[in-house]
């Protein structure tokens, strides 16, 4: 035993007191359970103790542990120098992180390297995560210039133990001979941050952000340190206050801020137990308890990722700022660049919005009419960085919101209808803290992240993205990307009713309530206080009221049902809601998840928009969808189709005898035209049909059986398809009027993608033939449930929706998504004797929300007995 007492009755002296000796042999048993009890002290200790003083502490214990078996393994009689590198270098250590090690060896002697070779093996056994590189000085110089990582280590060199003259002699060399200019070396770690940034798409608000690298991390940070001390030749991150490049308050703020992300990576690491830089949903809830957030599940994690996003916000701007400055001095100075006045307080300074004096910000407008000039200066591609200084300085200074001020509402108002507005002004505004210093209800949504995989940034950086994709519906730069959206924005008389809209419709979230019905009154509020007519204030606060209707109708209703078409058409009212209501569906959607967007949902939402205006331009107080219409314009083109194939019309009318209505209301003449074909070809031992295609070109793949009349198809082709890995979005059970059915599935693969592969499709045909054949049962896929879908609980909900068609039974399911859930119900709905007529599955991040269209095996609706029978199998089956 190393120490006879608990490890939070330790001290910091009783590690240095008690070590073994220099004269003993190292035993491995000894420094393993010093190991342990330091573990056990420093997990006791981050309670209370500082940050910085523990990070720091467990770098002074591991120079101690060092030095000593470095004089256990009789290194210090050899020429050889001990080098802390890395985080290590700068006396910054986590439980997990790597011990990295410079070995300067310019004997390069038989002698010294076996022993540095037991000196390694030795800590590599006690299970320490050692980095090491053993190299002479000149070596290290001649790595170091062609590779910035090895530079830039050689910068944080921190002597350790062993030989201080060859240490001396590498310091020396450092000063007068290292390889990377300060013009190179800034633009290399320029460079390399850009790259790192892109692996995270740009963004600081990952919901399973790396601590580490994604922007606004400690990365972000030590580039800043890195620079300096590469261009003052230092080894101090204060050099940046000495040399005034940083005042004393950014460089407090940024000391806090890294030591809030250093808080969080030692409890990361903690609740890991090794290295780990991802704050993983997996790991969140332990690490917001270790933090002092409670034990509340999703409510402390999403506290603590407030506070995580609005820390990496202020560490991105002040690293933007920063390394602005760094751009100046290094590479050129920025008065010598062309500068145009723009009015008495600013000016565009090569691309850049400049204040021309540092009292800019006394008047507080000037905080909202820098971003109307950005607007109305498209060479304007972002803010210099001293006024990004007098902007943070006077954002600080405010006590009230912005919108309190007339003139500032006056000037905001400008910016919103400004045909540039919400471009690259607005984007600016939102990075720089300003919207959240104008709107107070916006500045409760910075960094409200929540806890699910479907929203994937926080509330505010969605919103923006929202803007953002309204903007370019209307940006010559994106043109042709939404032509549809792009024909309306171009028509809106009131485009910037669109824009507040876009503002509103989350305004209210992480506040208790329908966000909806809150955001609405926040909308009608804001409208009011800033003058604009009634009229606009109904449209806004409508639009965000209802700006989840249209998605949920295309993706979780029957839109093909001519009664979910009425009655969304009542809802709307009018085209021009339609209108705007269908480009905020789409630029929301486009925002909530890069994965979620894809070709079928912008077929439903269209289809939806088409069927929709269609009725509302009918000259008539109660529009009607003409189905009938419909069902002939659909046979007429697929008829065309058919005769110029070479079919005879007498076939094809006796063939389409056999089929409803219904068939024809559903399905294009695409569609209609590609099964007839294949029908009319078709002999009835050849039965049962499959074909797997995209004949409306909607960027998913349709399977399409035509076969005799059995129970329990869906359930079979669900089991077959999901062993397959396809995800069924739709599907339709058809009957004929003689006995055969012909159902249509649309599928994707698990990546989104349509099934497209000749040998994987006839893979599909092939198992689904032997199982209807009987050759093979229905495949059980028991895939387990991924990492991610592990951290979640959704409580399997049954909901039974009124209709009008006696008899047909409608119900929402709501459940944790999983692996085989939909062949799972299918074979519930089996076992039941209920018949599946129609489908729609729709995954929202983690939680399926389907619907399901059913009858019983005597084409009627379910009794309510039945119903509750459905319902308690389900949720028993589901939630077990």
């Known amino acids: 035993m190393v120490f006879d007492v608990v490890p939070e009755t330790l001290t910091q002296e009783d590690f240095y007191s008690q070590w073994p000796k220099a004269s003993e042999a190292p035993c491995r048993e000894t420094y393993q359970e010093l190991l342990e009890r330091y573990r056990q002290w420093s997990e006791q200790q981050f309670i209370t103790a500082d940050i910085d003083e523990l990070v720091n502490h467990r770098s002074t214990f591991f120079d101690q542990l060092l030095e000593r078996l470095w004089q256990q393994f009789e290194l210090n009689k050899e020429t050889v120098a001990l080098v802390a590198v890395g985080g290590y270098g700068r006396q910054s250590l986590h439980p997990g992180s790597d011990i990295d090690l410079l070995l300067l060896d310019d004997s390069q002697s038989a002698s010294a390297a076996s022993k540095l070779t037991d000196f390694l093996t030795f800590l590599w056994d006690l299970h320490l995560d050692i980095g090491h590189a053993v190299r002479t000085v000149n070596d290290c110089f001649v790595q170091a210039a062609d590779d910035i990582t090895i530079a830039t280590n050689l910068i944080e060199a921190r002597f350790l133990a062993g030989d201080e003259t060859t240490f001396q002699r590498f310091q020396q060399q450092l000063v007068s001979d290292f390889p990377w200019s300060s013009r190179d070396f800034y633009q290399a770690k320029l460079d390399e941050q850009k790259q790192r940034h892109q692996q995270y798409h740009g963004t600081s608000y990952n919901l399973e952000p790396n601590i580490k690298s994604s922007p606004g991390g400690l990365r972000d940070i030590q580039t800043i340190g890195w620079i300096a001390k590469r261009h003052f030749q230092t080894h101090s991150d204060e050099s940046l206050v000495e040399y005034g490049y940083m005042t004393a308050d950014e460089f407090v703020e940024l000391r806090d801020c890294m030591n809030w992300l250093w808080r969080i990576r030692f409890a990361l690491h903690l609740e890991v137990g090794k290295r780990e830089d991802r704050l993983l949903f997996d790991f969140q809830p332990g690490v917001a308890v270790r933090l002092g957030y409670g034990n509340e599940g999703k409510a402390s994690v999403e506290l603590m990722m407030k506070d995580y996003f609005k820390v990496v916000l202020r560490v991105s701007e002040l690293n933007q700022m920063l390394l602005q400055f760094f751009q100046q001095a290094i590479l050129g100075a920025q008065d010598l660049l062309d500068s145009t006045n723009l009015d008495d307080d600013f000016a565009v300074t090569g691309e850049m919005l400049t204040a021309r004096h540092d009292q800019v910000f006394d008047n507080r407008n000037n905080m909202i009419k820098a971003f109307v000039l950005i607007a109305q200066h498209p060479e304007i591609t972002g803010i210099q960085s001293h006024t990004i200084r007098l902007l943070r300085n006077a954002r600080a200074q405010l006590n009230e919101p912005l919108s309190y001020d007339a003139q500032c509402r006056e000037l905001f108002c400008q910016l919103i209808e400004h045909p540039r507005g919400c471009g690259r002004a607005f984007a600016l505004m939102h990075h720089h803290s300003v919207m959240a210093s104008y709107l107070p209800q916006w500045q409760q949504i910075v960094g409200q992240m929540?806890?699910?995989?479907?929203?994937?940034?926080?509330?505010?950086?969605?919103?923006?993205?929202?803007?953002?994709?309204?903007?370019?519906?209307?940006?010559?730069?994106?043109?042709?990307?939404?032509?549809?959206?792009?024909?309306?924005?171009?028509?809106?008389?009131?485009?910037?009713?669109?824009?507040?809209?876009?503002?509103?419709?989350?305004?209210?979230?992480?506040?208790?309530?329908?966000?909806?019905?809150?955001?609405?009154?926040?909308?009608?509020?804001?409208?009011?206080?800033?003058?604009?007519?009634?009229?606009?204030?109904?449209?806004?606060a409508w639009l965000v009221n209802h700006h989840l209707t249209m998605s949920v109708t295309a993706q979780k209703r029957d839109i093909h049902d001519p009664e979910v078409i009425q009655a969304f058409a009542n809802k709307m009212q009018t085209r021009e809601r339609l209108d705007y209501l269908y480009c905020l569906t789409v630029a929301d959607i486009r925002a909530t998840n890069s994965s979620l967007w894809n070709n079928w949902k912008a077929t439903l939402l269209e289809e939806l928009y088409n069927a929709t205006r269609y009725l509302l331009e009918q000259n008539s107080n109660t529009p009607t969808l003409d189905v009938r219409k419909k069902i002939q314009q659909n046979k007429a083109s697929a008829m065309a189709l058919l005769l110029s194939a070479g079919f005879d019309e007498k076939e094809i009318n006796a063939l389409w005898g056999r089929f409803t209505a219904d068939y024809f209301f559903r399905h294009t003449a695409e569609q209609i035209s590609w099964h007839s074909q294949h029908i009319l070809n078709l002999s009835t031992e050849q039965l049962p049909l499959i074909l797997i295609g995209d004949e409306n070109n909607y960027g998913t793949t349709e399977l399409f059986i035509y076969h005799h009349e059995e129970s329990h198809l869906f359930a079979s082709v669900a089991g077959v398809l999901d062993c397959q890995q396809l995800s069924i979005l739709d599907a339709q059970i058809l009957a004929t009027r003689d006995g055969y059915v012909m159902d249509t599935f649309v599928l994707l693969q698990r990546d989104g993608k349509p099934l497209t592969d000749p040998q994987r499709i006839e893979e599909v045909k092939q198992q689904l033939l032997d199982v209807m054949h009987k050759r093979q049962s229905v495949p059980k896929n028991e895939r387990p449930l991924s990492r991610r879908m592990k951290n979640f609980e959704v409580k399997t909900r049954v909901k039974f929706v009124t209709s009008k068609h006696q008899r047909r039974t409608t119900f929402e399911l709501t459940t944790l998504d999983r692996p085989g859930l939909v062949a799972k119900l299918a074979a519930i709905l089996q076992r039941l004797n209920v018949i599946v007529l129609a489908a729609k599955i729709t995954t929202i991040g983690e939680q399926a929300e389907d619907l399901f269209i059913v009858s019983t095996t005597d084409n009627e609706a379910l009794s309510d007995a039945e119903k509750e029978i459905l319902k308690t199998q389900i949720i028993e089956q589901l939630d077990y």
């Open 450 to 540: 929540q806890f699910d995989l479907f929203h994937a940034y926080t509330v505010d950086e969605h919103t923006y993205r929202l803007v953002r994709n309204l903007y370019r519906f209307s940006d010559h730069d994106h043109q042709g990307e939404f032509p549809l959206c792009e024909q309306l924005v171009e028509s809106m008389q009131r485009r910037y009713c669109l824009y507040l809209a876009g503002i509103f419709h989350d305004i209210a979230k992480g506040r208790g309530g329908d966000h909806s019905e809150l955001g609405a009154m926040d909308a009608r509020n804001f409208c009011n206080q800033h003058g604009y007519k009634d009229d606009d204030a109904e449209l806004v």
